[in-house]
């Protein structure tokens, strides 16, 4: 059984930082194009960052960049997001997706999503 799941989210204050973690299982990531999305009350899923298995080349929203940053341990098949200076718009559930190797990634390319990690800000 191939699966995903997130760790490490929580309740932080306005300009903290946090490490998202996703553990896969079943098969190594390099074959995906591992992201993350999140999704707040009320709102469409909406993606955050990617990164190729290689690690040669990462990708962010915009309204992330310069203060998160996605990584991975291909060798433990884990695959995190770094987040820094947090906001209270980052509030959101958190989710980890393997997606098919073609940019861009988009919803409809993720083959597989973890169960969610919710992280809430605080002003």
């Known amino acids: 059984q191939v699966q995903l799941v997130e760790s490490g989210g929580g309740l932080v204050q306005a300009g903290g930082s946090l490490r998202l973690s996703c553990a896969a299982s079943?098969?190594?990531?390099?074959?995906?194009?591992m992201a993350w999305f999140r999704q707040a009350p009320g709102k469409e899923r909406e993606y955050v960052a990617g990164?190729?298995?290689?690690?040669?080349?990462?990708n962010y929203a915009d309204s992330v960049k310069g203060r998160f940053t996605i990584s991975a341990d291909n060798a433990k098949n884990t695959v995190y997001l770094q987040m820094n200076s947090l906001k209270p718009e980052d509030t959101a559930n958190y989710y980890c997706?393997?997606?098919?190797?073609?940019?861009?990634?988009?919803?409809?390319?993720?083959?597989?999503w973890g169960q969610g990690t919710q992280v809430t800000v605080s002003s």
């Open positions: 997706a393997a997606s098919d190797k073609i940019w861009p990634v988009t919803p409809g390319r993720v083959k597989l």
């Open positions: 079943g098969r190594t990531f390099s074959n995906y194009v």
């Open positions: 990164r190729t298995g290689s690690g040669t080349l990462t």
